[in-house]
T-cell receptor, first 114, second 112 residues
Framework: NAGVTQTPKFQVLKTGQSMTLQCAQD?????MYWYRQDPGMGLRLIYY???????DKGEVPNGYNVSRLNKREFSLRLESAAPSQTSVYFC?????????????FGEGSWLTVV | GQQVMQIPQYQHVQEGEDFTTYCNSSTTLSNIQWYKQRPGGHPVFLIQLVKSGEVKKQKRLTFQFGEAKKNSSLHITATQTTDVGTYFC????????????FGKGTHLIIQP
């Protein structure tokens, strides 16, 4: 049982380049999330999807777009990367239906924008 | 919006000493969860507290939820090197499917 799988694990981008972080979960969860983690800032929610076909902004959505492709997959796209988007990105999922469920995290994607 | 404050940001202890991290919310919480993140790893769920005044134990870890459901604490007795990492509290106050609000975490550093 893989849980939450995200790719790539490491990526270096040049300013202005675009990329997509992929995420898939095999726990049949309804809700999926993208967080970023920066030193001293904890985990901040970028976007979430409460169910297939819906997405909503979190605390720091600017510069990002998301797609809930199906129940399993939730991707995060950076259209024009900026150095301020250098961070560790975590995809996560939860059963949903009732907010505040336990969240299961992927192993993280380390992104550096130069 | 909901804010979850966590202190201290860093805590250095000698192995065998106790450790406590505190979490305070600006709003009443429906529940609070605690997560542990090892260095270089990802956050992993430890426990959830739901009831006012609830106390739960996991071996050397004791978790408390305040009577007003606005604060919580995690206490580790006799720390071991395996306890190293960052401990996050995360609270949910209801009102929308926007997930949990995480505190900034307490980094526990243990000196042998």
């Amino acid at each position: 049982n893989a849980g939450v799988t995200q790719t790539p694990k490491f990526q270096v981008l040049k300013t202005g380049q675009s990329m997509t972080l992929q995420c898939a979960q095999d726990m049949n969860h309804n809700s999926m999330y993208w967080y970023r983690q920066d030193p001293g800032m904890g985990l901040r929610l970028i976007y979430y999807s409460a169910s297939e076909g819906t997405t909503d902004k979190g605390e720091v959505p600017n510069g990002y777009n998301v797609s809930r492709l199906n129940k399993r997959e939730f991707s995060l796209r950076l259209e024009s990367a900026a150095p301020s988007q250098t961070s560790v990105y975590f995809c996560a999922s939860s059963e949903g239906g009732e907010p505040g469920n336990t969240i299961y995290f992927g192993e993280g994607s380390w992104l550096t924008v130069v | 919006g909901q804010q979850v404050m966590q202190i201290p940001q860093y805590q250095h202890v000698q192995e065998g000493e106790d450790f406590t991290t505190y979490c305070n919310s600006s709003t009443t919480l429906s529940n609070i969860q605690w997560y542990k993140q090892r260095p270089g790893g990802h956050p992993v769920f430890l426990i959830q507290l739901v009831k006012s005044g609830e106390v739960k134990k996991q071996k050397r870890l004791t978790f408390q939820f305040g009577e007003a459901k606005k604060n919580s604490s995690l206490h580790i007795t006799a720390t071991q090197t395996t306890d190293v990492g960052t401990y996050f509290c995360a609270g949910y106050s209801g009102g929308g499917a926007d997930g949990l609000t995480f505190g900034k975490g307490t980094h526990l550093i243990i000196q042998p």
